[in-house]
């Protein structure tokens, strides 16, 4: 079954400090992930920043995973990464597109029971923003990510329908497009009222938002 899953986290609000701590990143990475750390990023990364890039893309599993299995329960320590790429450039100019630069990416594989799935992350200054999917090509992933006024939950989850709904209209011209949620709370949407199977992912954290899309593929 095709899915998609996403996450944005904006590291403007994290509590680094707090993140650096042991109680609470063994909450989210693996002794083996602190290992990864420790060997490959710890001249290039930020040891909080590497923290919450793992637990976006663990959610973004988690999310691709829900659709398929509703009863899923998030568990980070059970998804695991064993390898993580560093772009050649991590300059974040691209805010929309389908599939991803591969020189700006982080890109990732990673291991949850018997599924493998593939990520791809950007990282600026303000966000990380990830992205999973079935296989380790993303040429009919379809994302955006959009900088807002307000970190409100209501202002947050209206504005980031409106984004996602922008970007569709042009393959639904002249129809009605609504997201609303699944009854396991996945979003789902529904074009004049009946739900269509295009699997679609939404994430918001302070001032941003971002979506994922997995488009038919031609």
Do not use: C
Request: glycine share 6%; proline share 6%; no cysteine.
């Amino acid at each position: 079954m095709i899915s998609t899953g996403n996450d944005i986290i904006a590291l403007k609000t994290i509590n680094i400090a707090r993140t650096k701590q042991k109680n609470f990143y063994r909450k989210i990475i693996s002794t083996s992930e602190k290992d990864l750390y420790d060997r490959q990023f710890s001249d290039n990364l930020p040891f909080d920043v590497f923290v919450w890039l793992l637990w976006s893309v663990k959610e973004s599993v988690y999310k691709y995973l829900q659709r398929i299995t509703p009863e899923l329960v998030f568990s980070p320590t059970k998804i695991i990464i064993p390898q993580l790429a560093l772009p050649a450039d991590n300059f974040v100019e691209q805010f929309e597109g389908r599939g991803f630069d591969e020189n700006s990416v982080y890109k990732g594989i990673v291991s949850f029971g018997d599924h493998t799935l593939y990520s791809r992350s950007l990282i600026s200054e303000e966000f990380i923003f990830s992205v999973v999917n079935h296989k380790d090509d993303f040429e009919h992933i379809r994302w955006g990510i959009q900088l807002i006024d307000s970190s409100d939950p209501d202002v947050q989850s209206k504005a980031v329908r409106e984004f996602l709904i922008k970007a569709l209209s042009p393959l639904f011209p002249g129809s009605d497009l609504l997201v609303d949620k699944s009854p396991h709370g996945y979003p789902i949407l529904l074009k004049d009222g009946v739900e269509i199977p295009l699997p679609v992912s939404l994430a918001h954290h302070g001032r941003y938002v971002g979506y994922s899309i997995a488009v038919l593929e031609d």
